[in-house]
T-cell receptor
């Protein structure tokens, strides 16, 4: 059974551009969670999607947005990129109360 | 304000030694606890859940102390491959994501 997959592995953008990150949860799982892990910081919760709906979001500005498709895959969009958006972006499925993470997308903003 | 605190380390430990580190949490209503392992530039991977009675998985033992609000991870007979960052995760139940991650403890096992 495939785990959580994410693409691309790496993404390099410049300030002001937009980034789109993609995730597919574990097969059959309806929820997708997005996290940001910036250097020196812990994992910060970004967004939670379930059954195509945004269920909750963390303390991030509106330029962080996303959606979930009918097949439960998800997209995270970051508009008007800033240097401090450089981070590892992780997508996760639920495993009971815990989370199973994908390999992440490393976003670098120059 | 909910907080999960970990000593960032690094803990430099000789191979074969026993090492333990703690994670303190501020919310007494916290319900569930986990330890994750994260290798450099990789995603966190679930290491083990932490049960109230304590639990063991091979060389790893996890303990919960609700009175003092901390969880611990003990690694016996440490291996070079145990070198990683260990994250504790506290679930408080209800609302938002419900999970709070510690920033991790960096462990280096030296030959």
């Amino acid at each position: 059974e495939a785990g959580v997959t994410q693409s691309p592995t790496h993404l390099i953008k410049t300030r002001g551009q937009q980034a789109t990150l993609r995730c597919s949860p574990i097969s059959g799982h309806t929820s997708v969670y997005w996290y940001q892990q910036a250097l020196g910081l812990g994992l910060q919760f970004l967004l939670w999607y379930d059954e195509g709906e945004e269920r909750n979001r963390g303390n991030f500005p509106p330029r962080f947005s996303g959606r979930q498709f009918p097949n439960y895959s998800s997209e995270l969009n970051v508009n008007a990129l800033e240097l401090e958006d450089s981070a590892l972006y992780l997508c996760a499925s639920s495993l009971g109360l815990a989370r199973v993470f994908g390999p992440g997308t490393r976003l670098t903003v120059l | 304000r909910k907080e999960v605190e970990q000593d960032p380390g690094p803990f430099n430990v000789p191979e074969g030694a026993t090492v333990a580190f703690n994670c303190t949490y501020s919310n007494s209503a916290s319900q569930s606890f986990f330890w994750y392992r994260q290798d450099c530039r990789k995603e966190p991977k679930l290491l083990m859940s932490v049960y109230s009675s304590g639990n063991e998985d091979g060389r790893f033992t996890a303990q919960l102390n609700r009175a003092s609000q901390y969880i611990s991870l003990l690694i016996r007979d440490s291996k070079l491959s145990d070198s990683a960052t260990y994250l504790c995760v506290v679930i408080e139940g209800g609302g938002a994501d419900g999970l709070t991650f510690g920033k991790g403890t960096h462990l280096i096992i030296q030959p």
